[in-house]
């Protein structure tokens, strides 16, 4: 199964851009790569996913390099209530063909005031 | 607005003890997942299931059994208590495999 690796921990300027890079060296073609992140221990939250072009939405930004060994998510303007732990997660087909998460152990991202 | 609901939000068993976690969701997704969190660490998949009545082992199965007899109910059994099973856990469910996960709060389990 493919792993990601992650910083364990990074800071971030209120109103500045956030960006949490993450690799994935061993994904395989027809794995996605999935964002989430979990608040005070929480249930994660779903914030974007790629296969492997750039992806946005409301809440984010996802880059992925063209060989797809690693990606970025960035939130373009962090605020307080983006402190949380952000999971870089691949998605991989199980032998019975159904998807399942790979979660690596996350950065913890605190956004200063 | 309920989504994924777990209960019990907390529970302290005794080694040996038994317990069912409850976890029901109102959105009518096929996919209902199972997962532990273990302190500073990212989730693991228990066990899943693809509809009612068919359900299949993830990464960490011993010492759990689960059951689906209806497309909202995914419960997730505890037999005979372990330390080693403190954890926080958390269910999940999507419309389709390949749809995001919605997750639930989570059950805070210790055994003492």
């Known amino acids: 199964d493919a792993k990601t690796t992650q910083p364990t921990s990074m800071d971030c300027a209120e ?3 956030a960006n949490l890079p993450c690799n994935h060296s061993t994904i395989s073609g027809n794995e996605y790569v999935y964002w989430y992140r979990q608040i005070h221990s929480q249930g994660p939250q779903y914030i974007i996913h ?3 072009n750039n992806e946005t939405n409301e809440m984010a930004s996802l880059i992925i390099t063209e060989d797809r060994k690693s990606s970025t998510l960035i939130l373009p303007h962090a605020t307080l209530r983006d402190t949380a732990v952000y999971y870089c997660i691949v998605r991989v087909v199980s032998t019975s063909g159904t998807y399942k998460y790979i979660f690596g152990t996350g950065t913890r991202l605190k956004v200063l005031a | 607005n309920a989504g994924v609901t ?3 939000k907390f529970r302290i068993l005794k080694i040996g003890q038994s317990m069912t976690l ?9 996919y209902m997942y199972w997962y532990r969190q273990d302190p500073g660490m990212g989730l693991k998949l228990i066990y899943y299931s693809v ?3 068919i359900t299949d082992k ?3 199965p011993n010492g759990y059994n689960v059951s689906r007899s209806t497309t909202e109910d ?3 059994r505890l037999e005979l208590a372990a330390p080693s099973q403190t954890s926080v856990y958390f269910c999940a469910s999507s419309d389709i495999s390949n749809q995001p996960q919605h997750f639930g709060d989570g059950t805070r389990l210790s055994i003492l």
């Open chain 1, 15 to 17: 109103g500045r851009a």
């Open chain 1, 50 to 52: 790629g296969l492997k």
């Open chain 2, 6 to 8: 777990q209960t019990p």
């Open chain 2, 22 to 30: 409850q976890c029901a969701q109102d959105m009518n997704h096929n």
């Open chain 2, 51 to 53: 509809g009612a009545g």
């Open chain 2, 58 to 60: 993830g990464e960490v």
């Open chain 2, 74 to 76: 995914f419960p997730l």
